[in-house]
């Protein structure tokens, strides 16, 4: 997911692609460059990748951010950047490829289901609205755009299963822009609010656990159906995690959160 301003939006490589424009795509076993797009990859890996990975490998969040991810906070940068980490061999493969194919692919990452769309969100600082965008960027090597099948935007969203994904990357990409203005303060993206805020966006299993054995329910009334949601289904936890993030660091009040009152 790209942020960019108009100016920076007209500077991206690609064909910029408009809702209902057509383009040309196929990708399957018998082209000549099937998975070489699953090689060499600087990927990152947004919440909502996290969730439906480590949910396909059943293992936690902590464990996948631990085997499977480099956490990466650059210099100067205002949140780190979690990137799938590559096998250790001569081509970096994907961890995740195997003979046939991608092995987690009901489950894989944005990215690799919205390919060879990329899909940014344009921000306009005048009026403080944003708009997702997409171009059309296949590597040189790609053979599939010679495949006769067409799409829109939309179908092919619709074909990948992608609804979904690309609603919870525009909502963490909205998120991601909020904290390039510090709300950490001198304690800066390490600190204490820098990594509550890393908790709740991707090691889901870590903050349910803060939610449920702290003292956070004895802090706040949350209505028993929000309970039970978050209780069970992760889904339901990352929109929550999401929704604290904004009011932790910015009090918003767009989430169930409501102090409790004193005990009778």
């Known amino acids: 997911m790209k942020l960019c301003d108009p100016e920076e939006a007209r500077r991206v490589p690609g064909r910029r692609l408009r809702f209902g424009e057509r383009f040309r795509f196929r990708c399957h076993p018998q082209i000549d460059c099937f998975n070489r797009c699953c090689r060499n990859l600087r990927l990152l890996l947004y919440p909502y990748d996290v969730l439906r990975l480590k949910g396909a490998l059943a293992i936690s969040s902590e464990e996948f951010l631990d085997r499977h991810a480099e956490i990466e906070l650059a210099p100067g940068g205002l949140f ?6 590559m096998a250790e061999n001569e081509e970096r493969s994907c961890p995740f490829l195997g003979e046939a194919g991608c092995r987690v692919y009901p489950d894989r990452p944005d990215t690799c289901r ?11 600082a005048a009026t403080g609205r944003d ?22 935007i939309e179908t ?3 074909d990948q299963q992608a609804e979904v994904y690309h609603r919870m990357t ?8 909020r904290f390039q203005e510090n709300p950490w303060g001198r304690e800066g993206p390490e600190g204490r609010r820098g990594r509550m805020a890393f908790m709740a966006a991707y090691n889901l299993d870590r903050f ?19 309970r039970e949601a978050i209780g069970e289904d992760d889904e339901a936890l990352l929109s929550f995690g999401l929704a604290w993030i904004e009011f932790f660091l910015w009090g ?7 102090a409790a009152g004193p005990r009778a």
């Open 80 to 85: 780190p950047e979690v990137r799938l980490r």
């Open 114 to 124: 919205s390919f060879p769309l990329e899909q940014g969100l344009l921000y306009e």
């Open 131 to 152: 708009e997702p965008v997409f171009f059309f960027r296949p590597p040189p090597f790609c053979r599939g755009p010679r495949e006769p099948a067409e799409w829109t």
């Open 156 to 158: 092919w969203r619709a």
């Open 170 to 177: 525009v909502r963490w990409a909205r998120l991601w822009r």
């Open 208 to 226: 349910r656990e803060f939610v449920f054995e702290s003292s956070f329910l004895e802090r706040f009334r949350l209505p028993p159906s929000v």
């Open 252 to 258: 918003e009040k767009n989430g169930p959160f409501r």
